[in-house]
């Protein structure tokens, strides 16, 4: 069964801090994974896109790596601001049709 | 340019009653996509098109649900009968392609008592 899970399922860190959010897939064939940052009352916003031969991808102060063997992807956010405050999506799309898994979102809270 | 449009922003309904949703892609943009979105179930793809053809409507929950697209700028979501577990935000998104970075429009909040 084709699945997306994301850990920590909600998060509060301090404005400056570092952070690391995880993503563990389970779509195959893999065709992309992106990772997605939506604010309360808004749209989700795209932060990176990576295939399969893509090991990291950076997007300002968002770090996103994929490890493909293993089925895993961190969102790495560093010196984080109160705009921070998100929930943030990481979404796997497979070959033939575009069928796309999304997780259920971690929820960052960045306080001051 | 505007970004994806949608409209109306907020849609308060009755049970039984017929709602349409629309939505304005980025011009350009071959891929549109229908989502919806509840804190039970999370962010769902219903309905993709690609250049106005309808290709993968399996996430549609029911035949109350249809989706048009009768051109490259305009697509529609209709509910008919709506009922209250429907309620959600229901978002549109467009693309270049099916694999590139999808542009999310600001979402419909419907409620439907």
């Known amino acids: 069964k084709n699945q997306v899970e994301q850990s920590p399922q909600s998060l509060i860190i301090l404005e400056g801090k570092n952070c690391t959010l995880q993503c563990n897939y389970t779509v195959s064939p893999f065709s992309n994974l992106r990772w997605y940052k939506q604010d309360t009352g808004r749209g989700p916003v795209s932060l990176t896109i990576?295939?399969?031969?893509?090991n990291t991808k950076s997007n300002g102060r968002y770090t996103a790596t994929l490890d493909a063997d293993t089925k895993q992807s961190s969102l790495h956010i560093t010196a984080s601001q109160l705009s921070d405050s998100a929930s943030y999506i990481c979404?796997?799309?497979?070959?033939?049709?575009?069928?796309?898994?999304f997780g259920a979102g971690t929820r960052l809270f960045v306080k001051a | 340019d505007a970004g994806v449009i949608q409209s109306p922003r907020h849609e308060v309904t009755e049970m039984g009653q017929e709602v349409t949703l629309r939505c304005k892609p980025i011009s350009g943009h071959d891929y549109l996509f229908w989502y919806r979105q509840t804190m039970m179930r999370g962010l769902e793809l219903l309905i993709y098109?690609?250049?106005?053809?309808?290709?993968?409507d399996s996430g549609m929950p029911e035949d109350r649900f249809s989706a048009k697209m009768p051109n490259a700028s305009f697509s529609t979501l209709k509910i008919q009968p709506s009922e209250p577990r429907d309620s959600a935000v229901y978002f549109c998104?467009?693309?270049?392609?099916?694999?590139?970075?999808?542009?999310f429009g600001p979402g419909t909040r419907l409620t439907v008592l």
């Open positions: 979404v796997v799309t497979g070959t033939g049709g575009f069928k796309t898994i």
């Open positions: 998104a467009s693309s270049w392609t099916g694999y590139n970075e999808q542009f």
């Open positions: 990576m295939t399969f031969s893509e």
């Open positions: 098109f690609n250049n106005n053809v309808p290709i993968d």
